[in-house]
C-alpha cells in the first residue's frame, strides 16, 4: 500500500467559498461547532439505517456516540464519530466540492445576494468549510463502514488544495482534527467547547461527550406531551431542525392513535425563501418511527404547497427497515399525508380565527403558496379556499377579508361571490365596473396579484355560491328602478348607434349593447368566461407575458346612453364621420385598458394626439 500522499486542487466553486469562509469577519466563529457536530450526527443516523439491513458493518460494536476532545496546550480541537465514515472517493467527492446542501445554498445564496456574505455564513451554514474560518490546518482520518475500505487521512489549510493519504488502524467513522488559529484558542478550552455544544447540540439523537464527560441529553421532545415542552425548547429545537437563526413563526404539536399513531412537531417559519427569490422550499419535515430517523426529507409526506413546512412527523406504524425507494409510494405514507395535511389546515384556520396578526403574517409571506394550493389541488380546495385573504370594497384600504365574512355579509338573494382584478386598487376604483355594483349595494372582493385571477376561475364555487368577475357578462345585474331620463337617448337611437359602432370597430369586438352597468362612465368592455374570453385573456397574458399574437379577445362593448360623449356621438356620427371614427376607437380603446386587456397602447396615443390637434387651435 502506497503511503504517499495525493494532492488535489478544490473545484472551483468551493475555493470561492473557502476564500468568503476565510476572509470574513463574521462574528459568530462558533458555528462551525453546530455543523461538524450536524455532520457526525449524520453519519450515525446513516450508520443505524445501514445496521437494519447490512450484514456486514465494519467495527459493528462500536457504541453511536460523538466525542469530543480539547487540547489546551497543543491549541487543538478533535471532533470523533462513530457513523458511516467516507471511502477515497468519497471523500474527494463530498470535502472536495460543494456538491452538498449546506454550501450549495450558500453559494446560491450568495449568488442572488452578493453583499452580505458575512450575515449569510450564519443563515446557512457553509457546512463542513465554515471549519476554516477558525482552523489553520484540518485532518479529517476517515474509515467506511465497508469491511472491504481502509483508513485515509485528508488533510487542508484552507487555501487551493488538499491531500489524501491512505492511514491504517482506524475504528470505523470520521475524525476531525482542528489545529486552531492563535486567535482562536478559546475552542480548544473544555468549558468554552461545553458551552457552545450545550447550545448547538440540544437535540443531538447522539450522547456528545467532551474530554470523557457526557453534555446533552439525548431527547425526542416531539414525543412529549405539550404541557412538558417550554416555548424556549420548541424554539431551540426549530432553529436546530430547521437549520434556521430566526425563531418560527407558528408552530403545531399534534398527536393522535387513530386512525394512524402519530407524533408531530410542525413548525413555519418567519420566511418564505421562495418569496425572497432565492430557491424553492424543500419540504424538511423528517420522518421517524420511534424516535429512529426513517427519512430526513421524505418526498411525498406533504403536498407539493406545503413545501414550507418543517419539523418531525413520528409514526410507530411505519416499518423500521423499509428503502426510502418503496416508502415514497407506500399507502401509509399517502394515509400519513391526508391525516397531517387535514389537521394542519385546521391549525391554520384556527390561527386565522385566534391569531388574526399573526395569520396576516402568514399569509403575507405564505400566501401566494396557499393560492396555489387552492389552483391545484382539488382535495383541499374548499379549505384552502377559506384561507385565501383579499381587499375588498366593504373594507379601508390595505384591511383584508375572507370568503367566509363576504358570505356573511351578503344580502340573501345576492347569488354570486363577485371579484373584480386590476393592477392595483386604486385602478379598479378609477374603471367603469365598480359604479354599477355601488349602486346595487354589492361588495366586490379586489384583486390585484397576476394569479388572483386564476386562482378564482379554478376554485370556482365557494359554499355553493359561484365566484365571477364583476366583467362577465355571464353574471346578470338587476335593473335598478330609476326615473326615467330625459336625457338618455332613447331605445330607438340607442339601438343604432350600437349598430353604427359594432360597424365601425368591425371585429375588435363581438357585438354593441347597452346594459345595467353603467352610471358615470360612457363605456365598458364586458367579456364571456369562454376560452375566447376576457378573463382567459389576461390569464394567457399573465402565464406568457405580453401575448403580441393572441387572437383578438371575444368582447362586448357596453354603451351608457345617458352619457354625454355617447349622445354627442350620436349627434355627429352621420355629420363628422372624422370625428366619430376618433371618438368610437378611442372609447373602444379606454374601455379595453380599463378592463386590463389593452397590449399596446402606441396606436391610442397616436390617436390621442389626433384628438387633441382638433381640441387645440392649430399654428398656421
Ligand atoms: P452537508 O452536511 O450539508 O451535506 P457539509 O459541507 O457539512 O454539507 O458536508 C459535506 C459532506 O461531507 C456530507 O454530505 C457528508 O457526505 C460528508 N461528511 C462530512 N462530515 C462527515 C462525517 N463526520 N462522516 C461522514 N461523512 C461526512
Ligand atoms: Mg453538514
Redesign the pocket.
Known amino acids: 500500500m502506497s503511503k504517499k500522499p495525493k494532492t488535489h486542487e478544490f473545484q472551483a466553486e468551493t475555493r470561492q467559498v473557502l476564500d468568503i469562509v476565510v476572509n470574513s469577519l463574521y462574528k459568530d466563529k462558533e458555528i462551525f461547532v453546530r ?1 461538524l457536530i ?3 450526527s ?2 450515525l443516523e446513516k450508520l443505524r439505517r445501514l445496521q437494519l439491513t447490512e450484514k456486514e458493518v465494519f467495527d459493528d460494536n462500536l457504541e453511536l456516540e460523538i466525542n469530543v476532545t480539547t487540547d489546551d496546550s497543543a491549541n487543538q480541537l478533535t471532533i470523533q ?1 462513530f ?4 471511502t477515497e472517493d ?1 471523500l474527494v467527492e ?2 472536495g466540492t460543494i456538491a ?4 450549495k445554498e450558500f453559494m446560491e445564496a450568495l449568488k442572488s445576494d452578493g453583499e452580505k456574505n458575512e450575515a449569510l455564513i450564519g443563515k446557512f451554514g457553509v ?3 465554515s471549519v476554516f474560518m477558525v482552523a489553520e490546518k484540518v485532518q479529517a482520518y ?1 474509515r467506511t463502514w465497508k469491511n472491504d475500505g481502509d483508513g485515509q487521512c485528508w488533510e487542508s489549510d484552507g487555501d487551493g488544495s488538499y491531500s489524501i493519504e491512505s492511514s491504517d488502524g482506524q475504528r470505523r ?2 475524525k ?1 482534527v482542528i489545529k486552531l488559529k492563535d486567535d482562536f484558542a478559546e475552542f480548544a478550552k473544555e468549558d468554552r467547547m461545553k458551552e457552545v455544544i450545550k447550545k448547538y447540540s440540544a437535540f443531538v439523537q447522539f450522547p456528545i461527550s467532551v474530554n470523557g464527560e457526557k453534555v446533552n441529553t439525548v431527547d425526542a421532545i416531539w414525543m412529549r406531551s405539550k404541557n412538558e415542552v417550554t416555548d424556549e425548547e420548541y424554539e431551540e429545537f426549530y432553529k436546530f431542525q430547521a437549520n434556521d437563526y430566526e425563531a418560527p413563526l407558528m408552530r403545531m404539536h399534534f398527536s393522535a392513535d387513530a386512525p394512524l399513531e402519530i407524533n408531530s412537531l410542525l413548525f413555519v417559519p418567519k420566511r418564505n425563501m421562495e418569496k425572497m427569490g432565492m430557491f424553492r422550499n424543500e419540504n424538511k419535515v423528517a420522518l421517524h418511527c420511534r424516535k429512529v430517523l426513517i427519512d430526513a426529507e421524505p418526498k411525498a409526506l406533504f403536498p407539493e404547497w406545503l413545501r414550507f413546512l418543517k419539523g418531525v412527523v413520528d409514526s410507530s406504524d411505519l416499518p423500521l427497515n423499509v428503502s426510502r425507494e418503496t416508502m415514497q409510494d407506500s399507502e401509509l405514507l399517502r394515509k400519513l399525508n391526508q391525516v397531517l395535511t387535514k389537521r394542519f389546515l385546521r391549525f391554520l384556520n384556527e390561527q386565522a380565527k385566534k391569531e388574526e396578526q399573526n395569520y396576516l403574517e402568514f399569509w403575507n409571506e405564505f400566501g401566494t403558496l396557499i393560492k396555489e394550493g387552492a389552483a391545484t389541488d382539488f382535495t383541499y380546495r374548499e379549505d384552502l379556499a377559506k384561507l385565501l385573504l383579499f381587499e375588498s370594497t366593504a373594507l379601508d384600504p390595505g384591511k383584508l377579508t375572507g370568503l367566509d365574512a363576504y358570505l356573511d355579509r351578503m344580502a340573501k338573494d345576492q347569488k354570486e361571490i363577485l371579484f373584480l382584478f386590476g393592477k392595483s386598487r386604486e385602478s379598479i376604483e378609477a374603471g367603469p365596473y365598480l359604479e354599477a355594483m355601488h349602486a346595487r349595494g354589492l361588495e366586490v372582493l379586489l384583486l390585484t396579484e397576476p394569479v388572483d385571477e386564476y386562482v378564482m376561475q379554478s376554485i370556482n364555487e365557494y359554499k355553493e355560491k359561484k365566484i365571477v368577475s364583476a366583467d362577465s357578462d355571464d353574471f346578470e345585474l338587476e335593473k335598478l328602478d330609476q326615473d326615467e331620463d330625459a336625457d338618455s337617448l332613447d331605445e330607438e337611437k340607442t339601438k343604432s348607434l350600437c349598430e353604427w359602432l359594432k360597424d365601425k370597430l368591425g371585429d375588435k369586438v363581438s357585438g354593441v349593447e347597452t346594459g345595467e352597468r353603467l352610471i358615470d362612465s360612457p363605456v365598458c368592455i364586458v367579456g364571456g368566461d369562454g376560452p375566447g374570453g376576457a378573463s382567459a385573456r389576461r390569464m394567457m397574458k399573465m402565464m406568457q407575458g405580453m401575448g403580441e399574437n393572441m387572437p383578438a379577445p371575444e368582447v362586448k362593448l357596453q354603451i351608457n346612453p345617458k352619457h354625454t360623449i355617447i349622445r354627442g356621438l350620436y349627434e355627429i356620427r352621420d355629420t363628422d364621420e372624422e370625428t366619430a371614427s376618433l371618438v368610437a376607437d378611442q372609447l373602444l380603446d379606454n374601455a379595453m385598458a380599463s378592463a386590463n386587456l389593452l397590449d399596446d397602447p402606441r396606436e391610442m396615443i397616436a390617436r390621442s394626439y389626433k384628438a387633441l390637434e382638433k381640441l387645440a387651435p392649430t399654428a398656421s
Request: net charge negative; no cysteine.
Open positions: 455543523e450536524s455532520n457526525a449524520d453519519a464519530d457513523g458511516v465514515g467516507m468519497e463530498n470535502l452538498h446542501s449546506g454550501s457546512g463542513f468549510y476517515t467513522g470520521t476531525i
